[in-house]
C-alpha cells in the first residue's frame, strides 16, 4: 500500500543510517518497514489527539527495541547516530500527519536504545 501523505511517500527514511557502513543495510530496512507502517497505521486510523498518536509511535518503538538483538548479531547496535536518526524520523512523521506539537520524549516513550 502506497503513503498517501506525500511528504512521507517522498521521505528517505533512515538515510544517515543508511550512509553509514556501520549500520547493516538488511537491518535498517527492518527498521525502515517500522516507520513506513507507522505512516500506513496513522493514515488508516486518524488518531485524532497526541494520546492516540502516541499509541501508535509506543508500539512501533517497541518494535524497534525487538531489532537490537538483530543489530547486535549483525555486528551493530542503536547508538548515538541510530538513536538521533531514528528520532528525527519520528519527529517527522508526527510532523507530517499534522502533529507539529508532538514531544519527542513521548513519541519513543519506551525506547531501550
Known sequence: MQLTNEAMAKHTFLKG????????????KMCEDVLVNLCREIEQQEPSDLDALYALTHKATEQINELEEVFEE???????V??????DDFVRIA???????????????????
Open 82 to 87: 541510530a538513536r538521533e536518526t531514528i528520532a
Open 74 to 80: 549483525n555486528g551493530s547496535e542503536i547508538e548515538t
Open 95 to 113: 510532523d507530517a500527519y499534522g502533529f507539529t506539537d508532538a514531544d519527542i520524549e513521548e513519541l519513543i516513550a519506551p525506547r531501550e536504545w
Open 17 to 28: 543510517m543508511y550512509q553509514d557502513e556501520y549500520f547493516p543495510d538488511a537491518v535498517v
